[in-house]
């Protein structure tokens, strides 16, 4: 039976759950606000390791600017040479060398990390500790099946919160959950949405002594990326309903996973062995797990996406981490809302604390808002399960929301998110300011993308050319990266008049890039100063590419 410790703990903030976005946020308080007394508690006596290992180049943004460890990461860990997709046959057969493939071939000057996060998350613990943070590791929220919600939970915004744990009650002015998939918190207040929009299950493991994704290519392949190291990238092996990653934590240790579309691939793994069994199905991950790896671990999570339809509240208690949402693994985004959520949580205090109550009341709309559309925006992005197992339907679209990322996010993370904050001191609580108002990288622009990439999947699905193009090619990830008014805007104040041209300029590469494609497949010659008068360059048009294509191409 669960029982309280007679002593109690005061603190101003307390912290459920000591991960990597608990940690953070523990940090970035403690940085930002200095005074604060933090008690963190953790349930795990030591971690594991975890989802959230490769990260992208906002989070190392955060990392070094609100958290100032870019020493730390820079000594330790490995630096990520970007996103690398790879497609296959539709037997699974195809070799390395034999994939097409999407991905850079140099090095830019934005950073991102491969974490491992055994080592990060008990070592971000040991800094707090040497700053003055209380975190109680092995201490769990208080609770058993049959319990009402809340019942170790008590929320008292006037008198300060207490949360019942195995170290005793503790009493907080703020009460922060990010407590990861158990949203003890998120579960109490009744804010905790399992969505069902997006079904994805994921199953991983840790291999060592799995063979190094450059040693399997000959001199040539290597020269096609300059004689960088794609076992260095987030690889992806690209399948129709679901990818493999293979991700380098430290030293021969890999991270293999699936991230999987139960309606479209119906399969479950019980086991590390049945796992091993399936990646070994296909071709080239037999070729990179090699003869015998040792499998360090298993872990399964059968349904990935949730979100908290509240995060943070007039109450004074917050939601932050996996448990205030995750959509998928994918592009290495499980962290990639979390130090926008952090940013969102020290300001909200910073304002309370100040006593500015309208300022702080217009703070928790517009970062509630703010919040939600950015999990709708790569929820749309991501939910497109069928497009990726096709080089001619998804590197388009995968170029597509890159370099919306590159646009829209990665300024954000330079300006310590300006834009949202200077909105909600000019707007107030009256505004008409709705999460259906998206704007940059959320869903309405990346539906306009998903639009006509679900139009070529039609064409390339009734000819039978989903996999026609998944041999031999090579694109390079860097024409969306790197594109001028994208990269020479990087360190500058935003500009949102210039990024939603740069939203218009991606959506005509796009467009362009899919009739040139469906022009080949037609047998038809395209004419690109056709195309130019016909191709309305506007975001709300409802222009197919099959009456694009009729304007601006001809028989061969």
Partial sequence: MSTVHEYQHDCDVLIIGAGLAGSALARHLLLELPDLKIIVVEKKQVFDYSLGESTVEAFDIYMHKALRLAPYLEKWFGEKHGLRYFYDSEEKNLGILEMSEFGRDRRHLVRASQLDRQQIDTE????NRASGIEVLMGTRVLGRAGEPAGAHIRIDPKNGHTVDTTAGRIRCRWLVDAGGRTAPLSQAMGVYVKDERHPIAAYWGRWEGCNVIDQLGDDAWRRQVQYTQRYQSTCHFMYRGYWI???PLRQDIVSIGVSMHPGMLPMKFHNGEELEQF???????????????KRLDFMALPHCAQYAKERFSEDRWYVAGWASGVVDALNSNTSRMWPEINTFIVELIKSDRGGDKKRLRSQLKHFNIRAQQVYEGVLEAYRHYDFWGSFDVHMPYGSTVIASFWNSIIPDYYNDFDVIKRVADEHGTDCACVVDNPHG??????????????ELLDVVDRKGLYFASNRGKFQNQLHCELRPGIWDKTYKPRDLAAEREQDLETYAWLFRSYVVRLADIEGRRFNEKAFDEVFERRLDSEQTLASVLGRCSSPR
Avoid: C, D, Q
């Fill in 245 to 247: 990653w293979v991700i």
């Fill in 279 to 293: 990646f070994r199905s296909h071709r080239a991950l037999g070729e990179i797990m090699g003869k015998s790896p």
């Fill in 124 to 127: 971000l613990v040991e800094m």
């Fill in 441 to 454: 990288f959320a869903r309405g622009t990346v539906g306009v993308y998903a639009r006509v990439a679900r």
